[in-house]
């Protein structure tokens, strides 16, 4: 087994995201989230953004039809594909917990990339929402059920599947244990994975 | 937190009962699986085989129609009612591990159960219901995908949802890192839980 890769995906308010830092922080590992939109930006040469822009917006497939016409790839898939070779090339340079991104799917075909997903009870990610992220919305449960659909359409457009697909994992975790605690069930997984398929 | 309660939904051929077994033995605490038959005829008065049969099929909606006006419940409902029945009242009663029977799903407003998906990629499973379970089949694949279509009916009949949708389950496993090494991984989680949604 080569680096030690895991890639986190998350639904919003879940915590994914501290659990994925707390967790490269105990492995001494490198961490990316928002880290990744100003590596795209150099690799690409797109300006930062440009890219944060194209990543929240997923291409129309009227715009995909258009772009089969014109042989150019719009701004979203441009941005996916400078991403995904990032990822890839992270992966293969050094160890790291890479949060989001459809990351899971960039590197479906690369067995020694752990997988795993996190989720909580929705009112956990409100509380966690309102008090922690301090976002404000008048109706939290609406708000953060948007924010999962957005997830969940880019991962359908970008990696064709469905996002939250037990077996695009090898670990989902319920995050209402607690972060360190999530932290620590994931780092028991990851004692016994050697990759390579296992 | 009162008994220790874990259910345990497992894709075919996964190891999903053979890690519960384990687990139940390392807790010292009882496990339900085939053993629920004899329970839930013992609590219906139906026979054993009845019970194993009628939990087999799920009741066509033409059937449930018939009911609906003979208002007489078909087999399978009246096994599966049994059966949530005896599960509740074990959840109550005792410690224990529940395989399979939309445990999940009967314990969904108890708190206290933890739910455990196993799952692991296909190649595994083929090899374990070919060489473990010692099953003949002509076409592995064939074969254990209808074994899970057949679940996921079931759950979805009688579960009002989706077999294998994440946010049912406060952890789901991908066992191809070995039994015992999953069996670790719920221990784990388990030491974190507190139910009550923590």
């Given at each position: 087994m080569g680096n030690t890769v895991i890639t986190i995906a998350r639904e919003y308010g879940s915590g994914g995201r501290i659990i994925g830092k707390k967790l490269a922080e105990e492995l001494g590992i490198s961490f990316y989230d928002s880290e990744m939109i100003m590596l795209v930006a150099k690799k690409s040469g797109y300006t930062e953004d440009f890219v944060r822009k194209a990543a929240e917006q997923v291409s129309m497939s009227f715009l995909y039809s258009l772009y089969m016409t014109s042989q150019e790839l719009p701004a979203s898939d441009q941005v996916f594909i400078a991403t995904s070779n990032v990822i890839k090339e992270l992966a293969e340079k050094e160890s790291c917990v890479i949060v989001g991104r459809c990351a899971d799917y960039v590197l479906k075909d690369n067995p020694d990339a752990l997988k795993v997903f996190i989720h909580a009870p929705l009112e956990k990610r409100i509380d966690r929402v309102k008090n922690e992220y301090k976002e404000q919305a008048k109706d939290y449960a609406a708000y953060i059920q948007k924010k999962d659909k957005n997830r969940a359409s880019y991962y359908s457009y970008f990696a064709y599947g469905k996002w939250g697909r037990i077996q695009?994992?090898?670990?989902?975790?319920?995050?209402?244990?607690?972060?360190?605690?999530?932290?620590?069930?994931?780092?028991?997984?990851?004692?016994?994975?050697?990759?390579?398929?296992n």
């Open positions: 695009n994992y090898d670990l989902c975790v319920n995050s209402a244990i607690g972060i360190e605690q999530s932290v620590d069930v994931i780092k028991n997984y990851l004692s016994h994975f050697k990759g390579g398929n």
